[in-house]
Antibody, heavy 122, light 107 residues
């Protein structure tokens, strides 16, 4: 059974930093691309960033480019999102999501974690 | 970026009836479209990929159709567990983009 367990969400001040983690199990982690998708309170879904199975390719949404960095440790079956220079508009539930394939290509998310809440406020 | 527009924003349906949700892309996405269901307080769940292929474990009463720019999600004979928010998402171009969601509520 595929399981994705996010952690690291917290209350942080504007301009601060936070690192999210996602522990994966139930599949061969290194064979699949992984994404972060966020959902602001009461709002819709916004794709944030994706990384290939090998970690060699990454893409990020313009709204977080230069501030957020996605990475993975295949030896630990863990996905990360380093979030710097946080803004109030980054407040959201952040979901870890598994892609159907290992490459960053025209493919879709087939499993989602339960999410971790990030609140940016003074 | 491709803009995905869903309509209606809310659809009110009685249990046992049919619900239809539409999704329109600002440019063609071929068949690279997925539908997700999100129940209150839960993570999204994949329903449909490739515009019309049901994901594992999704009942036959849920179906998807369309290609290019126009897509439809149909839920026939609504059950209690089907009342939720539904999102379309294109994965043809970067960035991947979602529709704003359609809430299917009990009439």
């Amino acid at each position: 059974e595929v399981q994705l367990l996010e952690s690291g969400g917290d209350l942080v001040q504007p301009g601060g930093s936070l690192r999210l983690s996602c522990a994966a199990s139930g599949f061969t982690f290194s064979s699949y691309a992984m994404s972060w998708v966020r959902q602001a309170p009461g709002k819709g879904l916004e794709w944030v960033s994706i990384i290939s199975g090998s970690g060699g390719s990454t893409y990020s949404a313009d709204s977080v480019k230069g501030r957020f960095t996605i990475s993975r440790d295949n030896s630990k079956n863990t996905l990360y999102l380093q979030m710097n220079t946080l803004r109030a508009e980054d407040t959201a539930i952040y979901y870890c999501a598994k892609d159907k394939t290992g490459v960053v290509a025209a493919t879709y998310v087939d499993y989602w974690g339960r999410g971790t809440l990030v609140t940016v406020s003074s | 970026e491709i803009v995905m527009t869903q309509f209606p924003a809310t659809v009110s349906v009685s249990p046992g009836e049919r619900a239809t949700v539409s999704c329109r892309a600002s440019q063609s996405v071929g068949s690279n479209l997925a539908w997700y269901q999100q129940r209150p307080g839960q993570a999204p769940r994949l329903l449909i990929y490739g515009a019309s292929t049901r994901a594992t474990g999704i009942p036959a009463r849920i179906s998807g159709s369309g290609s290019g720019k126009e897509f439809t999600l149909t839920i026939s004979s609504l059950q209690s567990e089907d009342f939720a928010v539904y999102y379309c998402q294109q994965y043809n171009n970067w960035p991947r983009t979602f529709g704003q969601g359609t809430k299917v509520e009990i009439k």
